[in-house]
């Protein structure tokens, strides 16, 4: 077993230990802050549709953006363990083997001489004393994994909004398809009309053009409303990693989203220190500490560097020889060798390297602190916003329901007249029921969508928690 002599490592356990205690107490109050926190289950998107809610947890696994998250992080780790490898002893091992010969004439005669001989050797170093700087290293590698890890976290995070709202818009504009086939319907009524009318004299030939253009405009209209939702369909499913997504899997309404009375326990829990455990929040903070340590080990680069080595090596070597004489001598020999060492490198001056590297880091710390500093300020900001945005949005959404039901209410009472009201009557209060349907659930995503970023912003999002704590390890 190896123990580093680093003064960061002199106690590992020790150290170790505590951080391990303060982690258990963080997550205690983690634990508690979010049982506390008020309950946002039933008002979000995946609450109201269904059909939503694998879609936004199979997203994780096959979104591409993730995928790419994923790859990331395995980066990550494997920086992680290149860092760690310091210390731990290098290793190597050398071989040999060789031979020669000799033959030597003279006036007394020849004489021949052969040898050969195997080597091998084993040698071990480390590093083993830098004032601290290589558990620094290794702190920074392991702060890379946490930030890979938390732009993942803030990856789903967006990602999650982004599908929610292309959902809602999926919605609305099949509905928008509905009520362009329905206005097709209508013109196609009102040229057959044109036809009868004009088949009875009633009007003259030339008033066919008129609801002839105007069908054709509405068949266009049809397909561009099409198109449109076809290439919206696209961008959602490769966003969400998905192959199909047919017609029938796309709602045809949303239901009224339930005004939620959790919003300002959220926002008092946001403001009041919740902002600096949403995952970009902890990103910040992480590169901040990584800048930290590079700034610890550049006020370490001028100072020496000592390392331990120790090596072992054995030679054997046969020779044969025959002299002038014809007499033959044999020997054999084997030499063991060891050895151990302790050296050191210092480097007294490298050409204000070390200067441009500790300003380096000073910089990155400031602009790390003003970077969290805007983020808090940017983030509060806009949650703030976002309840205005909120009352304003449950207003209009609250209108339109009140039209759609006014709307409805007419369209029902031209079907219950007695004697019967015309068609082109119901048709046009048909027409109206859709138009107000669309405004409606336009209406409704929109607050949805409000709702959705404010709940994803104050760190209260339930999809978050699909998100695996151990990232596999």
Request: net charge negative; aromatic share 6%; glycine share 8%.
């Amino acid at each position: 077993m190896f123990l580093s002599c680093d003064p960061d490592s002199r106690s590992p356990f020790r150290f170790r230990s505590l951080g391990a205690v303060l982690g258990s107490v963080f997550l205690l109050i983690a634990a508690a802050r979010i049982d506390a926190q008020p309950s946002v289950v039933g008002t979000l998107p995946e609450d109201l549709l269904p059909g939503l809610r694998p879609i936004l947890q199979s997203a994780m696994a096959q979104s591409p953006q993730m995928l790419q998250q994923g790859i990331a992080i395995a980066q990550a780790d494997a920086n992680e363990l290149t860092a760690l490898s310091v210390r731990w002893p290098s290793l190597s091992a050398f071989g040999s083997y060789g031979g020669s010969e000799a033959s030597v004439d003279s006036a007394g005669g020849t004489s021949t001489s052969s040898s050969s001989g195997a080597y091998y050797s084993l040698s071990s170093g480390i590093r083993i004393f830098e004032f601290g700087a290589i558990n620094a290293g290794i702190n920074i590698a392991r702060i890379g994994t946490q930030i890979a890890e938390q732009q993942h976290d803030e990856a789903y995070r967006t990602l999650l909004l982004t599908l929610r709202a292309q959902y809602l818009d999926l919605i609305v504009r099949k509905t928008g398809v509905r009520n362009a086939r329905f206005v097709v319907e209508q013109r196609r009524a009102d040229l057959e009309d044109t036809e009868r009318r004009i088949a009875t004299n009633e009007l003259s030939p030339g008033a066919i053009n008129e609801p002839q253009v105007q069908l054709l405009e509405a068949e266009v209209a049809v397909e561009q409303t099409q198109y449109y939702l076809d290439t919206a369909r696209r961008v959602f499913m490769r966003l969400a990693g998905i192959s199909s997504l047919p017609d029938a899997a796309i709602p045809d309404t949303v239901p009224v989203p339930p005004a939620p009375s959790s919003s300002d326990a959220l926002y008092s829990s946001f403001v009041g220190g919740g902002i600096e455990q949403t995952p970009q929040a902890r990103q910040l903070e992480s590169i901040i500490r990584r800048s930290e340590l590079e700034l610890f080990i550049a006020n370490r680069r001028l100072l020496p560097k000592f390392s331990i080595g120790a090596g072992t090596g054995i030679s054997n070597n046969t020779s044969v020889g025959v002299d002038t004489g014809g007499n033959a001598r044999v020997s054999q020999a084997e030499v063991t060798s060891s050895n151990i060492s302790i050296s050191g490198s210092w480097s007294i001056f490298d050409g204000f390297a070390t200067r441009a590297a500790k300003e380096q880091a000073r910089v990155a710390i400031e602009s790390g602190q003003l970077q969290l500093q805007n983020y808090i300020d940017n983030t509060t900001d806009r949650v703030t916003d976002l309840r205005a945005q909120m009352r304003i949005a449950r207003i209009n959404l609250e209108i339109t329901e009140r039209r759609l039901g006014l709307v409805r209410s007419q369209l029902q009472l031209y079907l219950d007249a007695v004697p019967a009201t015309p068609a082109m009557t119901v048709a046009g209060a048909r027409a109206n029921v859709n138009n107000a349907e669309t405004i409606a659930l336009s209406a409704r995503g929109a607050y949805l969508n409000l709702w959705s970023e404010f709940v994803s912003l104050v760190g209260a999002d339930p999809a978050m928690d699909s998100i695996p704590s151990d990232r596999g390890r």
